[in-house]
């Protein structure tokens, strides 16, 4: 059976931790997907990684996909449980410096996720929602944020269930009132 979660929310609202307690409760087994194309020079989110890294049980599977998301969730083994952490930082990727093209590479590879997410299990994909913040300075950030709110918009079209984490506190905005 299909089980498509998407957990959405601001920084540092519990998303992450929400996802990952779900995931935990799985008997099946977990692949957990990692979308930060990782840069040893920023220490900060290298610290983050480690943080999330630690809160993971031993005998999750972890797979790096900064590049082809749709493809490590395609490649997953059937019935078992995926947790995807997160859009937001694949949308980055995908958006990079901006320039002509990034909207339609993030909507095409949007399209293609989509399609990947049709599978037998559950799939728990954390994101974060960009929008209700302040418009963005720059046409980078306008970018960024519109790309997100693209992709964040589809897979919420095909997903269950919708959760938006608030101070840590799961709110259901599509599906039914309860926990995977």
């Known amino acids: 059976m299909r089980d498509i979660v998407l957990?959405?929310?601001?920084?540092?609202?519990?998303?992450?931790?929400?996802?990952?307690?779900?995931?935990?409760?799985?008997?099946?087994?977990?692949?957990?997907?990692?979308?930060?194309r990782r840069d040893p020079s920023d220490a900060e989110m290298e610290e983050r990684i480690a943080t999330h890294r630690a809160r993971r049980p031993v005998g999750w599977e972890t797979l790096e996909a900064p590049d082809d998301l749709p493809g490590a969730l395609a490649s997953a083994p059937p019935g078992g449980t995926v947790l995807v952490d997160c859009l937001t930082l694949w949308v980055s990727g995908l958006v990079g410096h901006g320039g002509a093209g990034a909207m339609d590479r993030v909507s095409r590879e949007t399209a293609r996720l989509a399609a990947a997410l049709n599978r037998e299990g559950r799939t728990l994909l954390v994101t974060n929602e960009v929008g209700m913040g302040v418009v963005p300075a720059t046409p980078l950030g306008r970018l960024f944020r519109d790309a997100s709110g693209l992709a964040n918009t589809a897979v919420a079209a095909v997903a269950d269930r919708v959760v938006l984490c608030v101070s840590g506190l799961p709110l259901f905005l599509k599906g039914k009132d309860s926990r995977p």
Do not use: Q
Not at 15 to 27: G, N, V
């Open 7 to 36: 957990v959405t929310g601001g920084a540092r609202s519990g998303k992450s931790r929400l996802a990952e307690a779900w995931a935990a409760a799985s008997p099946a087994p977990v692949r957990y997907i990692a979308t930060w």
